[in-house]
């Protein structure tokens, strides 16, 4: 008589068959050279990014609230001179009539754009010459880049600048300017200059010492605010008519109540 498997038998049966099977194994294959080498790069330049936009971030948001205790282009004249001059005012320590003097001598718009004023940059170009960068631009450039003539300078000011705007105020922006700007051969910013030039404090300027200060700022080493030459006479006349325009305009709101 037959034996009969029984349900308990046949489960036994296929169980063992399961078992007897070889295990299929999958085993992953390691990765190539190329494979490494392109991983590599992607986490160095990943982080890389990541390091360069951190420096511009805090560096920026530090000079937002700590006045610079010197730039690139002073430090290299203080080695080259044995010393400069410069003495740190706020804007409430600087006549009014300084702030709008600079401004209407160097960036009429100033409280319109937000950085780069492209309106001028298209007619530079077109003019085929520089002489279209703002206030927010020399300060990037003063505060934290070196000088001369450079596509790479230009282009990390050009991207520098926006950020630059976005985290200081045109108040915070103009002070800066008027402490670190170069006014003669090692001496820097609008105190220092008032007493270079004129003997007295950047709050006690006049209409006239501002405009000329003003006036000497694209070439502060080829012209003289106490010793004025015909054409920095013009030019001074030229921006007292401008300071007066902005401030009657609007142009000053920015800076003056802001």
């Not at 010459?129 to 070196?146: D, F």
Request: charged share 20%; net charge positive.
């Amino acid at each position: 008589m037959a034996e009969q498997s029984t349900p308990r038998t046949q489960s036994a049966k296929k169980q063992s068959a399961k078992t007897a099977e070889p295990k299929k194994t999958h085993t992953k294959k390691p990765p190539n050279l190329i494979d490494r080498t392109a991983h590599f790069v992607r986490r160095v330049f990943f982080w890389g990014f990541a390091a360069v936009c951190g420096f511009f971030l805090l560096a920026t948001l530090l000079y937002a609230v700590i006045n610079p205790p010197t730039t690139p282009y002073m430090f290299a004249e203080g080695r080259r001179l044995g010393g400069v001059k410069q003495d740190w005012v706020p804007m409430a320590q600087i006549a009014p009539v300084m702030a709008r003097s600079a401004v209407a001598a160097e960036d009429a718009n100033f409280c319109l754009h937000w950085g780069l004023d492209v309106k001028a940059i298209r007619a530079a170009v077109d003019r085929g010459r520089g002489g279209a960068s703002t206030i927010s631009q020399q300060v990037v450039k003063n505060v934290y880049l070196w000088h001369g003539r450079s596509w790479l300078r230009k282009a990390v000011e050009a991207l520098w600048t926006p950020l630059a705007e976005a985290m200081w105020s045109k108040r915070r922006i103009l002070e800066l300017y008027l402490n670190v700007a170069e006014f003669d051969e090692g001496v820097f910013g609008v105190q220092a200059a008032a007493r270079h030039y004129f003997g007295v404090d950047a709050a006690d300027l006049t209409a006239t010492q501002a405009a000329r200060l003003a006036a000497i700022l694209p070439a502060p080493k080829d012209r003289s605010a106490a010793n004025p030459s015909p054409f920095v006479r013009e030019r001074t006349r030229a921006i007292i008519s401008g300071a007066a325009t902005i401030a009657a305009d609007g142009r000053a709101d920015c800076f003056e109540n802001g």
